[in-house]
């Protein structure tokens, strides 16, 4: 049997006592609580490949969006426009100097 499966019957367990006991019945809570524990045995996700190692680029449109995505990166590394740890930490206390002043021009109108 599947996990998908024994994930559909929980599931379907537990609608089945909220309809039969009611929401809040011990019964509903605990058919959930079972539903909620086969639920969460499901890892299939961290196992799958990732995009960069599976992925056909005219199966998904998630795939196409991936290897768009990973030509812009190339084109901006082929680029070589290094940005650097001083000039992030620059733009990021402007940017903090920029909200306080927002902050302080909202609050007069409150």
């Given at each position: 049997?599947?996990?998908?499966?024994?994930?559909?019957r929980a599931?379907?367990?537990?609608l089945?006592a909220?309809?039969?006991?009611?929401?809040?019945?011990?019964e509903?809570?605990?058919?959930w609580?079972?539903?909620?524990?086969i639920?969460?045995s499901d890892?299939?996700?961290?196992?799958?490949?990732?995009l960069?190692?599976g992925?056909?680029?005219?199966?998904?449109?998630?795939?196409?969006?991936f290897?768009?995505?990973?030509?812009e990166?190339?084109?901006?590394?082929?680029?070589?426009?290094a940005?650097?740890?001083?000039?992030?930490?620059?733009?990021?206390?402007?940017?903090i100097e920029?909200?306080?002043?927002?902050?302080?021009?909202?609050?007069?109108?409150?």
């Amino acid at each position: 049997m599947a996990l998908n499966d024994d994930i559909t019957r929980a599931e379907e367990a537990a609608l089945a006592a909220v309809k039969k006991y009611g929401a809040k019945s011990p019964e509903a809570a605990n058919a959930w609580d079972e539903y909620e524990e086969i639920a969460a045995s499901d890892n299939t996700a961290a196992f799958r490949p990732g995009l960069d190692e599976g992925c056909d680029t005219e199966a998904s449109q998630e795939c196409s969006d991936f290897e768009a995505q990973m030509a812009e990166l190339q084109a901006i590394i082929e680029k070589g426009e290094a940005v650097t740890t001083d000039a992030l930490v620059a733009q990021n206390k402007k940017l903090i100097e920029e909200n306080q002043r927002l902050r302080r021009s909202l609050s007069a109108y409150k």
